[in-house]
């Protein structure tokens, strides 16, 4: 009876914080709009969320297209950058010799500004999806290896010791021990690199591309065309509210031992 009432409760209260989120945002957007009217500001300096609501709908099939083309370059690159960061946190587990050196590099790659990286890919590899995935894999996987490794070494010492009194071998203690301990800190590299892919995505787009939400967004600024950019960035803040909402859910079923 205690955990039903503790169960309904925790429903009440995610009911209530989509309410008070709801209307927040709606008392947010219409001050917006009676800014706008009352100052009469110009389209190319604040549209009115009227304009950009009308906007979007108005070339919803030239978002689509520009939405689809970013999410399989920003889908592509994740995957690239997660697996390759859960690979080498792997081996750096395994091998832990080689931790130093190879975090090294990957600081490095991690400090040097993706800005300047993205015009160098263009430049290098065209304005295909190519230096689009590369960008996103690279966002996407210093957050992975670094989250990951830090699960694989936060098995306390007493639970080793079992493993090592039962003459597990290191790969037994890295399958049964170490990698299940690393799934949440895995789960929060993701809710981090997910949604900064497609923001990898669209700075390799405005750098030079032929299609995709980031051409949208540069196009938008070269022409002043506000209430396209405004459009643009709505879509980008909805997918990154998702892909991070549709994460924690996912976590909950993934990760079920944290729910106790």
């Known amino acids: 009876m205690e955990g039903f009432n503790s169960k309904n409760t925790e429903r009440l209260d995610k009911c209530l914080g989509i309410i008070i989120i709801i209307i927040l945002v709606s008392i947010f957007i219409c001050l917006w709009e009676i800014l706008v009217k009352v100052k009469q500001i110009p ?5 009115s969320p009227s304009i950009v609501i009308r906007t979007l709908f108005s070339n919803i099939k030239m ?28 081996l750096l587990d395994l091998a832990p010799r080689l931790e130093r050196s190879v975090l090294a590099v990957a600081i490095f790659i991690k400090s ?23 960008m996103t894999a690279l966002l996407s996987f210093f957050p992975t290896l670094i989250n990951v490794l830090s699960g694989f070494k936060s098995v306390k010492e007493p639970l080793l010791d079992t493993f090592r009194s039962w003459d597990a071998s290191r790969f037994e203690i890295f399958f049964h021990l170490r990698l299940p301990f690393a799934v949440p800190y895995l789960f929060a590299a993701l809710k981090v690199s997910a949604p ?16 995709g939400l980031g051409r949208v967004l540069w196009l938008s600024y070269s022409n002043l065309n506000l209430p396209f950019l405004f459009a643009t960035v709505i879509i980008l803040a ?21 729910n106790y």
């Open 43 to 47: 389209v190319y300096l604040l549209p």
């Open 63 to 90: 978002y689509s297209k520009a939405t689809l083309v970013t999410s399989i370059e920003a889908a592509t690159g994740l995957g690239i950058g997660v697996i390759t960061g859960i690979a080498l946190a792997s």
């Open 112 to 134: 040097t500004p993706l800005v300047a990286i993205a015009p160098l890919l263009t430049i290098w590899l065209g304005f295909g999806m190519v230096p689009k995935i590369i």
């Open 196 to 211: 900064l892919s497609f923001t990898g995505a669209v700075i390799a787009e405005w750098t030079g591309s032929s299609a």
């Open 238 to 258: 909805i997918i990154g509210i998702s892909i991070y909402s549709f994460l924690i859910l996912i976590e909950k079923r993934v990760v079920f031992w944290n």
